[in-house]
Nanobody, 116 residues
Framework: VQLQASGGGLVQAGGSLRLSCVNS????????MGWSRQAPGKQRQLVAR???????TLTDSVKGRFIISRDNAKNTVYLQMNSLKPEDTAVYYC???????????WGQGTLVTVSS
């Protein structure tokens, strides 16, 4: 996989951003796609995950605010982030999870900064 993330930026608290992650190839057969984030001085944390079948998982701190979705036709996974808070500030990474090494990997990060 070759994942390219985009959509980060600077936003005020309460605002919204949509992150996109495009794969150079198909994603329809990848077991799961996800977004993780890493804030300065903290460990990387799984934020959201969507399976091949469309089941989603969100970490508690973003439930009700973030939505993960995938468009297999566009080989793209999205993370819609609403009601952003300063504590959401982090570098966000998209990733593909699959038992086949050729279908797993990480994209480069995109920085999200939420000002208070």
């Amino acid at each position: 996989v070759q994942l390219q993330a985009s959509g980060g930026g600077l936003v005020q608290a309460g605002g919204s951003l949509r992150l996109s992650c495009v794969n150079s190839g198909s994603i329809f057969d990848i077991a799961a796609m996800g977004w993780s984030r890493q804030a300065p001085g903290k460990q990387r944390q799984l934020v959201a995950r969507i399976t091949m079948g469309g089941s989603t998982t969100l970490t508690d701190s973003v439930k009700g605010r973030f939505i993960i979705s995938r468009d297999n036709a566009k080989n793209t996974v999205y993370l819609q982030m609403n009601s952003l808070k300063p504590e959401d500030t982090a570098v966000y990474y998209c990733h593909a999870q699959d038992p086949r090494p050729s279908r797993a990997g990480w994209g480069q990060g995109t920085l999200v900064t939420v000002s208070s």
